[in-house]
């Protein structure tokens, strides 16, 4: 179950990037390629996220699709199965172009000087992580 380990890097970022603010949400984009089971993975957040300032923070997660570019005709698809095939000519020479991604997009902070009640949030964007996009070796 690496969602498991996902989901310990994933809290062990947002608490960094929140400086001791409390973490509301926690967006990730995930590619198709990853293989990812978002239940298991929103699960293992729970898990891990209990003690922290990320306790109780949704786990918004956006799947990319597939695509690749095909090494042979040179057309862009986006690739739903396996194996991996171009949609115009149904060739295999593939190159991936997107479905790998595992980041943190962003974060949503609670402002440390509002109180609760207010709700007051600010967003910050995180690049693309590259301790992210390592997990399950590949890049």
């Known amino acids: 179950m690496h969602e498991l380990s996902i989901a310990d890097a994933l809290v062990g970022i947002a608490e960094r990037h929140a400086a001791g603010r409390r973490v509301t949400a926690v967006e990730v984009k995930v590619g198709h390629l990853r293989q990812v089971v978002p239940s298991a993975l929103e699960f293992a957040f729970e898990l891990v996220a209990e003690g922290t300032v990320v306790e109780g923070a949704r786990l918004?997660?956006?799947?990319?699709?597939?695509?690749?570019?095909?090494?042979?005709?040179?057309?862009?698809?986006?690739?739903?199965?396996?194996?991996?095939?171009?949609?115009?000519?149904?060739?295999?020479?593939?190159?991936?172009?997107?479905?790998e991604e595992l980041l943190v997009?962003?974060?949503?902070?609670?402002?440390?000087?509002?109180?609760e009640d207010t709700d007051a949030r600010d967003s910050a964007s995180l690049p693309n992580l590259s301790e992210m996009t390592t997990i399950g070796g590949r890049r």
């Open 105 to 115: 997009d962003a974060l949503e902070l609670e402002d440390a000087l509002e109180s």
């Open 60 to 99: 918004e997660l956006e799947e990319v699709p597939a695509e690749g570019r095909c090494r042979d005709c040179g057309s862009q698809s986006v690739m739903d199965g396996f194996p991996l095939a171009c949609g115009r000519c149904q060739g295999l020479n593939m190159e991936v172009i997107a479905g």
